[in-house]
């Protein structure tokens, strides 16, 4: 989220979805724990139900939230949990994974396989995050 302001109570609706969540089959998040028991690396991943189609199950997972904290950068971290994350969404039934890479996240992404997708297009209904 590179130029967005982060601070807003988003975070606490984050927190109570991710809470509902976690440890079913829709969500996932895997971590790195640090020797305090902080949170060192993380990935998260969505599964998304599409429509099926001719070459596609419909099943498609999202990649999100991949952060490796400074200090700990450059150790495989951020790839390790990157890792996990696309291979449960595999076991999920996703066969098509999307994210949104950032100058620094794209060698790591390309490296797991994923391409640059010059077609993808956004529209931001309306701004929400501080809402
Ligand atoms: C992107 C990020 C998660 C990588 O985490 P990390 O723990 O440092 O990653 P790894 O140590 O597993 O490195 C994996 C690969 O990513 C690439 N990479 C990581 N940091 C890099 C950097 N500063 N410059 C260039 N490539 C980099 C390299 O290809 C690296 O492979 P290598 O081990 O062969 O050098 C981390 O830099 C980060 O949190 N950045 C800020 C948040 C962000 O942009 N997240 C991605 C959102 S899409």
Redesign the pocket.
Known sequence: MVGVDTSGPWRDRLAEYLRSQLGGDRVAAFVIEGPGGDIT?CAIGLVHQGLPGPDHAGIFGQVQT???GWP????????AVTYALVEWLTDQGCTLLT????D??A??YA?LGFTPSPRTMRLVLRPFHRA
């Open positions: 690396a991949v952060v490796t700990f950068r450059r150790r495989g971290y951020g790839r994210l949104t890479a950032s620094v996240g060698p790591l490296s």
